[in-house]
């Protein structure tokens, strides 16, 4: 099966880097879209790059020549930037585009989030402009989810808070490497007329919130701190977060899908299995030590997640 020349924007990110690096060793022809003055130093050696104003929709026609797929995978500062290419997409040979998701569909109130709100506005232009899309939805990474107190784990503290009813509802996750894989596996080569229209779920491990709290107990030998928070309570730190202006919206919006039940249901049924793929559990991750860790947050963010805890 010949492979798709894939065009990537956005590979400095932490996660967006090894994603790259999974599609260059995927043997497909892999190209990264930067902006002019992006460091491209530590990309493989068998990547080709393009610089590209996407402000500029000539530059982005020129630097979408002999692409079959654009992949994005810019964090939420650049979210807006992808407008760029659904501008130009259309006068181009392109056959698909999968902008920036690594999440799961955002509901009604999520959209009350303006980083949120916008990736579907992305994903309504795109589709408004008559380009194919797919989307890559993985629900949660391990590393942010388990290693930072993002979702209200403090693993290195011993502590957890259930949101709702976490205890017994199901977080879907992923390592870094999986979702990596995944990409490769699903955009390597797999024919566009098969990709076309498609929301990928990706799973690779789907524990409750007493799962987790289990193989805490078992790596500290101890039952972990426990506390609650009810739904109600998230509604109002959410619309008190939306009120300031503050980002702490985004975390209580997640916690609350956790706990709500609804995140199997966002990250949704089309579920991609890579092949051949030893996949980790909880056991691996907490109790055997194999949990990598996320990039660091900056202490006031840390700290604020922190305080969360009460």
Not at 21 to 37: E, F, K, M, R
Request: hydrophobic share 40%; glycine share 8%; aromatic share 8%.
């Amino acid at each position: 099966m010949p492979f798709n020349r894939i065009a990537v924007y956005g590979h400095r990110g932490w996660a967006s880097a090894a994603i790259v690096q999974a599609l260059a060793d995927s043997g497909a022809p892999i190209t990264v879209l930067h902006q002019p003055t992006s460091d491209t130093s530590m990309l493989p050696a068998n990547i080709l790059t393009r610089s590209v104003d996407v402000n500029d929709e000539n530059s982005v026609i020129r630097a979408l020549e002999n692409i079959d797929i654009v992949i994005s995978l810019v964090g939420h500062e650049g979210i807006s930037r992808q407008l760029g290419f659904v501008r130009a997409i259309p006068k181009t040979s392109v056959g698909l585009f999968v902008p920036s998701d690594m999440s799961h569909e955002i509901d009604d109130q999520g959209l009350k989030i303006p980083v949120l709100a916008l990736k579907r506005q992305v994903e309504e232009a795109t589709t408004a402009a008559g380009i194919r899309m797919a989307l890559v939805r993985p629900g949660y990474l391990v590393e942010s989810s388990i290693r930072t107190p993002l979702l209200g784990i403090d693993y290195s503290g011993n502590r957890i808070i259930f949101s709702g009813d976490s205890q017994n509802q199901i977080l879907p996750l992923c390592t870094l490497k999986y979702v990596a894989a995944a990409y490769a596996s699903i955009f390597a080569n797999t024919p566009i007329s098969e990709l076309s229209g498609r929301n990928f779920g990706i799973s690779e491990l789907a524990p409750t919130g007493n799962g987790i709290a289990e193989a805490l107990e078992k790596k500290y030998g101890k039952r972990p701190v426990i506390f609650n928070h009810s739904l109600e309570q998230i509604d109002r730190e959410i619309d008190l977060a939306l009120e300031k202006g503050i980002p702490t919206a985004a975390v209580w919006y997640y916690r609350r899908l956790w706990g709500s039940g609804k995140l199997p249901e966002l990250v949704g049924t089309d579920i991609w299995t890579v092949p051949s793929y030893s996949k980790l559990s909880l056991d691996d991750l907490i109790v055997k030590g194999k949990l990598e860790t996320y990039r660091e947050l900056p202490p006031p963010v840390l700290a604020g997640l922190l305080a969360t805890f009460q």
